[in-house]
C-alpha cells in the first residue's frame, strides 16, 4: 500500500508561487492517478487537480485553470503542484491523494481516492 507524504507549503504574498511536492512510498505508485485536494478553514474538502498515472493526461478544477500546474515523475515517486499567481482565496491545507481505476471516474470526488498524506499548509497574504 502506498503512503504519501506532502512537503512545500508556506507563507507566500498573493501573485507569489509555491510547489507543492508529494513524495509516495510503495511499488504501486506508477500505477496509481493522483490528485490534489485542499481545504480552508469551515469549509469542505475541494478537488483542486488530477493526473494518469502515465502523467499524459491532467485535469483541473475551474477556479485554478491557467495557474497551477500538475506534474508528476514515477521514477522518483513524487507528484508536484505548481502554484503561480496565488490568491488569498488559495488559502488552505493541501492534500495529495491517489486512485485507482478508471480516470475518469470521478475523478473530483474524494470518495474515488484511496489514500491520503497528511497534508501541507498554505498561506497567502493580500
Known amino acids: 500500500q502506498v503512503q504519501l507524504a506532502e512537503s512545500g507549503g508556506g507563507l507566500v504574498q498573493a501573485g507569489g508561487s509555491l510547489r507543492l511536492s508529494c513524495a509516495a512510498s510503495?511499488?504501486?505508485?506508477?500505477?496509481?492517478?493522483m490528485g490534489w485536494f485542499r481545504q480552508a478553514p469551515g469549509k469542505e474538502r475541494e478537488f483542486v487537480a488530477a493526473?494518469?498515472?502515465?502523467?499524459?493526461?491532467?485535469f483541473y478544477a475551474d477556479f485554478v485553470k491557467g495557474r497551477f500546474t500538475v506534474s508528476r515523475d514515477n521514477a522518483k515517486n513524487t507528484v508536484c503542484l505548481q502554484m503561480n499567481l496565488l490568491k488569498p482565496e488559495d488559502t488552505a491545507v493541501y492534500y495529495c491523494?491517489?486512485?485507482?481505476?478508471?480516470?475518469?471516474?470521478?475523478?473530483?470526488?474524494?470518495?474515488?481516492?484511496?489514500?491520503w498524506g497528511q497534508g501541507t499548509q498554505v498561506t497567502v497574504s493580500s
Open positions: 491523494a491517489a486512485r485507482g481505476g478508471g480516470y475518469n471516474t470521478g475523478i473530483r470526488s474524494m470518495d474515488e481516492y484511496s489514500t
Open positions: 510503495g511499488r504501486t505508485f506508477s500505477s496509481l492517478h
Open positions: 493526473i494518469h498515472w502515465s502523467g499524459g493526461d491532467t
